[in-house]
């Protein structure tokens, strides 16, 4: 059974085949791969919209809807700093997405 993952969670899998495929094979199976990057989806998804939120408490009531997506491009970039960008395993440095 395959779940749909969003951008999100597809972005995270791209990101483990191509530089942490020992870390990707130590999921196991296809299944517990796939689960593992369903739940992970969820809490980028998660994670994002609420630091999103926070950081818009940040902006002036009368400027926020204008700056909603440029907090949330921001909000993005940190998520995935922390939760996607893991560092590369050695010999996949010179790989590109």
Same mark, same amino acid.
């Given at each position: 059974?395959?779940?749909?993952?969003?951008? /999100?969670?597809?972005?995270?899998?791209?990101?483990?085949?191509?530089?942490? !495929? +020992?870390?990707?094979?130590? *999921?196991?199976?296809?299944?517990?791969?796939?689960? /593992?990057?369903?739940?992970?989806?969820?809490?980028?998804?998660?994670?994002?919209?609420? *630091?999103?939120? +926070?950081? *818009? +408490?940040?902006?002036?009531?009368?400027?926020?809807?204008?700056? %909603?997506?440029?907090?949330?491009?921001?909000?993005?970039? *940190?998520?995935?700093? +922390?939760?996607?960008?893991? !560092?590369?395993? !050695?010999?996949?440095? /010179? %790989?590109?997405?």
């Amino acid at each position: 059974m395959t779940t749909q993952l969003s951008r /999100h969670g597809r972005l995270a899998r791209e990101y483990w085949e191509t530089y942490r !495929p +020992q870390a990707l094979e130590s *999921l196991g199976s296809a299944e517990e791969q796939e689960a /593992h990057f369903v739940v992970l989806d969820l809490r980028l998804k998660e994670k994002i919209g609420s *630091l999103s939120d +926070q950081m *818009l +408490q940040e902006v002036p009531m009368e400027e926020r809807a204008g700056a %909603r997506n440029a907090v949330r491009a921001q909000a993005q970039e *940190l998520v995935y700093a +922390q939760e996607v960008y893991l !560092p590369k395993e !050695p010999g996949t440095e /010179h %790989r590109e997405m």
